[in-house]
């Protein structure tokens, strides 16, 4: 990466810099390849973070199947994230995962479990796991919600055929005007559901598998307690990626728990951080990392910046850092301070191989959170930060009472947010087609195949406020 006017003697943000326009000869954003440089397996460089409102197994599988990885949070017991991991590791890599009912059920069951996922229908099943009819939130005007879902649901029900390419099934959802339908075996027995779009995205996205090709997942280990322990047990289970998460990872414990699960979890890649510094990315490189994680603070539900002052701009850390793991043949990724489309872009123009973050996801079906309705109607889930006294207070739930008081004093995050649905972009992969289109198109303003061309090629120019303002689209007139 380049300046277009030379690196300023001052550090930038995400806000303060654009990317310009280079000579190309990448004809169409098709031709890109987003295949990630740090070699965990990820076809799209999108890693969700482990916050506890959004990283869960609805998230992890969904995301996975178009090509990104999700971590788990450090705070989820061993034995439910082995729920988890089979759970994701045993999910089709093309198929969405149905929920299911039998008619006996009602209504009210029904529409507790119908914004789970994004697809917003509900498959009923008989008890030899065939479809028998399909329920949407539509079916349910004018019914209570004891009425059982047999006698509301439609009885007409489209099949797929399992092994159908996924052009062909989009083909066949258009040709019969539906945009969901069950995918059944032989015996007409439940494989899993499709929906139109579903099977469009999977003829554009690759799935991020491991070699069995089963769909990747990673898991946060902290610092505290017997992290390595824990990490060989997760290396056990079947984990792609163990990230050592820490708020502050320039430390000697933090240097030592990296070196102790790097002797722990054979060839299983190790993440750890967070850093904003070339000497904190070496420093973790040399303990064991094969990827650093970059970010103090950029993230929406943190405080700590405002409570603390530590921290540094993002797009100054990522590039700093990234050059330091580069000259030792690795990785980072940037975490945190995403907003938009254009900061991933500008992530890795500045040299990452993988951008995290969770906030702009809370918001969707696939988030961990439950779903809830406002007084007027409007669909939200509630976030909250990883270092909030709610977090903590969840971490510290086997402590004493006096030790989790002096804990819950000292939060630096938000403890309750709203994330509302986006009508228009409610699922997280709405949000991953928008992320996935700007880095495309953004690779092909700046002449890059691949991330790996990004980052050798992009030009970055500096902006003032006024600048990125003129940016910004006008949906209403002035």
């Known amino acids: 990466m380049q300046f277009l006017n030379g690196q300023p003697n001052y550090d930038l943000t995400y806000n303060d810099v654009f990317l310009v326009p280079s000579l190309?000869?990448?004809?169409?954003?098709?031709?890109?390849?987003l295949r990630t440089p740090d070699a965990i397996g990820t076809t799209i460089p999108i890693v969700v973070s482990n916050m506890t409102a959004i990283a869960g197994r609805r998230m992890a599988e969904t995301v996975a199947r178009r090509g990104g990885v999700v971590v788990l949070p450090q705070d989820i017991p061993l034995d439910v994230v082995s729920t988890v991991v089979s759970f994701v590791k045993s999910r089709h890599a093309v198929y969405e995962t149905p929920i299911t009912l039998s008619g006996h059920d009602t209504v009210g069951e029904a529409l507790s479990l119908i914004h789970k996922r994004s697809h917003g229908a509900l498959v009923v099943v008989d008890d030899d796991q065939q479809p028998v009819g399909?329920?949407?939130e539509h079916d349910a005007t004018g019914f209570d919600r004891f009425t059982q879902i047999s006698n509301v649901m439609s009885r007409e029900v489209f099949t797929l055929p399992e092994g159908l390419d996924a052009q062909t099934m989009f083909e066949r959802l258009t040709e019969a005007r539906l945009n969901f339908a069950p995918v059944v075996s032989a015996q007409g027995q439940l494989r899993g559901c499709m929906t139109r779009k579903g099977a469009l995205r999977s003829t554009i996205y690759q799935p991020a598998v491991d070699?069995?090709?089963?769909?990747?997942?990673?898991?946060a280990v902290g610092v505290n307690a017997d992290p390595a322990t824990r990490a060989k047990a997760l290396a056990a289970l079947g984990v792609d990626v163990i990230v050592v998460d820490t708020a502050h990872g320039h430390q000697d414990r933090m240097l030592e728990v990296v070196s102790e699960v790097r002797r722990h979890v054979d060839a299983t890649p190790v993440v750890a951080g967070n850093v904003v510094t070339a000497q904190g990315t070496r420093d973790l490189i040399n303990a064991g990392a094969d990827i650093v994680k970059v970010g103090v603070g950029p993230g929406a539900m943190c405080t700590t910046r405002m409570m603390t002052g530590v921290g540094r701009p993002q797009f100054s850390a990522v590039l700093e850092c990234s050059s330091a793991a580069r000259d030792l043949g690795k990785h980072v990724w940037a975490d945190g301070g995403v907003r938009y489309p254009r900061d991933v872009a500008l992530g890795l123009a500045a040299g990452a191989g993988n951008v995290m973050f969770g906030s702009l996801l809370a918001g969707t079906y696939e988030s961990a959170a439950d779903t809830v309705r406002d007084t007027q109607g409007r669909l939200y889930k509630e976030s909250f930060g990883m270092a909030s006294n709610r977090a903590v207070r969840n971490r510290t739930r086997t402590e004493t009472a006096v030790d989790r008081a002096r804990k819950e004093l000292f939060e630096e995050g938000i403890s309750t947010s709203r994330m509302y649905l986006d009508t228009t972009r409610p699922g997280v992969e709405d949000i991953i087609d928008q992320i996935v289109a700007g880095v495309r198109s953004s690779c092909t303003y700046s002449g890059a195949r691949s991330i790996t061309d990004l980052h050798s090629r992009a030009v970055v120019g500096i902006q003032s406020s006024s600048g990125y303002d003129e940016g910004r689209p006008i949906d209403t007139s002035w």
């Open 134 to 136: 399909i329920f949407t």
């Open 24 to 33: 190309s000869s990448v004809s169409s954003r098709m031709h890109v390849d």
């Open 211 to 219: 070699r069995n090709g089963n769909l990747l997942i990673a898991v």
